[in-house]
């Protein structure tokens, strides 16, 4: 069930960087944020690193890294004034690393409510349709999203020229109900299936899949999908590092010190058999 460093299983590569060098593919949640930078104060460690990969991976110099998981503790860390930050590095070019889509499960939302407020938005065209032809629509990237009610009404979004427009217009969309109603986070397309799961969900925004190609280019020119939205399964996350957040706030030693001082550090949990690797599902009931 778990080994510790055995035959075939490699550490995650885990690395202290300037936090003004991760790049965020994804809007924050301030939701979200806020409550991580108390958390970590109280804590005084960093618990879960951000999972990054290199902007440019053939130009060292770049030195930037967008981050695919982790933008709130990002954030936060940013907030909490922190110069360094511990991240795991990863190759966004490694086909063991799946880009997929969460929808939104929206709480409470009267058909009419949200259909009033994006037909308000400025260059967002809904227009009716059968779920069927929608799925088909949105999989051919011809509709920034849609839009599944619990009484069965469906509705495509559309507009945007290129891929800058029509990721202001999804950004649009989202802010249009993230203040306003609860929602969660799903991995299904159907609303049937989210209800089974939450059942005073009444409405389902299904988005598009998008492309690592196409997370570069927006986070290189500084825009931001909305929070929520991309879904990076990555395998072997480095969980529980608990690196004490002092290191990291500490000014006075070079960012090559910190990485000395992090791979001995990492070496001697090796050594003292605290490393498990879990090959199975694992769901952890203390986040």
Known sequence: ?????????????????PVEAL??????????SG????????????????????????????GRYVVLDGANRS??????????????VVRYEDPSIQLSTWHHALVGVRHADIERALEALPGLVTRGDELRH???????????????????????????GDLHQRNALLNAVVDSYRDRTRFYRVASDSLTQARRRYPDATALVVFPRFEPAEI?????????????????LIPWRALRINVPLEVLADKKPSLEEKN????????????????????????????
């Open 23 to 32: 790049v965020p593919h994804e809007q924050h949640d301030d939701q979200r």
């Open 35 to 62: 409550p991580l930078i108390e958390k970590m104060r109280e804590s005084g460690v960093l618990k879960n690193p951000p999972i990054v990969a290199p902007f440019s991976p053939d130009d060292p110099a770049d």
């Open 75 to 88: 954030t936060a860390a940013r907030v909490a004034g922190l110069p360094h930050m511990v991240v795991q």
């Open 216 to 232: 570069l280019e927006l986070a290189g020119t500084g825009a931001r999908l909305p929070a929520g939205i991309t879904r990076h």
């Open 260 to 287: 000395r001082w992090l791979s001995d550090w990492l070496s001697q949990r090796v050594t003292q058999r605290r490393v498990r690797f879990y090959e199975e599902s694992t769901v952890l009931f203390d986040e």
């Open 1 to 17: 069930m778990t080994q510790t460093n055995g035959p075939g299983y490699e550490l995650p590569i885990l690395r202290i960087v």
């Open 134 to 160: 929608a799925r088909a629509v949105l999989a051919r990237r011809e509709a920034l999203a849609y839009l599944v009610h619990a009484r069965g009404r469906t509705f495509t979004l559309h507009g945007g």
